[in-house]
């Protein structure tokens, strides 16, 4: 039975938050998952430091990710806002990994109307790039659990 695009989110995810605890883990730094997967204050802690963890498939069109105005409180609220880019032909078929540090200088919120929603855009190169993957295994995963209607991969 094929999942429905509620359950490829919540997959999609659950990987990017996983992927982001195990390079942290890696790293040496102290993670604590948030035991709630609805958690309205952030998704882990690092170090004691609140993270909010967004996978997604950037905006090719503009550049950006973006996040819908419900998210916006949340993704502004915590000490990192993780943006985890999911494989696209368009960015060469790999997933990467970019911290903004809280503070306003770090990444703005600014608003654009797509596809009959306002929604915020992250401009990526306001970001520290911290990874880059090529795992075959992990790509398939995300493209799997892709809900995005425009589905362009190598």
């Known amino acids: ?3 429905s695009d509620a359950e490829k989110a919540l997959r999609l995810g659950a990987l ?26 952030r998704d882990m802690l690092v170090d004691d430091k609140t993270i909010e963890i967004k996978t997604q498939m950037l905006m090719h069109s503009i550049g950006r990710f973006t996040i819908n105005k419900n998210q916006a409180k949340k993704c502004a609220g915590v000490d990192i ?6 494989p696209h032909i368009e960015s060469g078929d790999v997933v990467r990994i ?12 600014n608003t654009t109307y797509i596809g009959g929603l306002h929604k ?8 520290k790039l911290i990874c880059e993957i090529q795992d075959p295994y992990i790509l398939n995963l995300m493209k799997k659990y892709s809900t995005s209607a425009y589905k362009r991969f190598s």
């Not at 806002?81 to 999911?86: A, R």
């Not at 903004?100 to 919120?109: C, H, I, K, V």
Request: net charge negative.
């Open 81 to 86: 806002l993780v943006m985890i880019e999911t």
């Open 98 to 109: 970019y911290e903004f540090m809280a503070g306003r200088d770090s990444f703005s919120l």
């Open 16 to 41: 990017g938050e996983n992927l982001y605890a195990n390079i942290k883990n890696n790293a040496g730094c102290n993670v604590q998952l948030s035991l709630d997967p609805y958690d309205f204050t």
């Open 120 to 127: 915020y855009t992250i401009d990526p190169s306001r970001g």
């Open 1 to 3: 039975m094929p999942l």
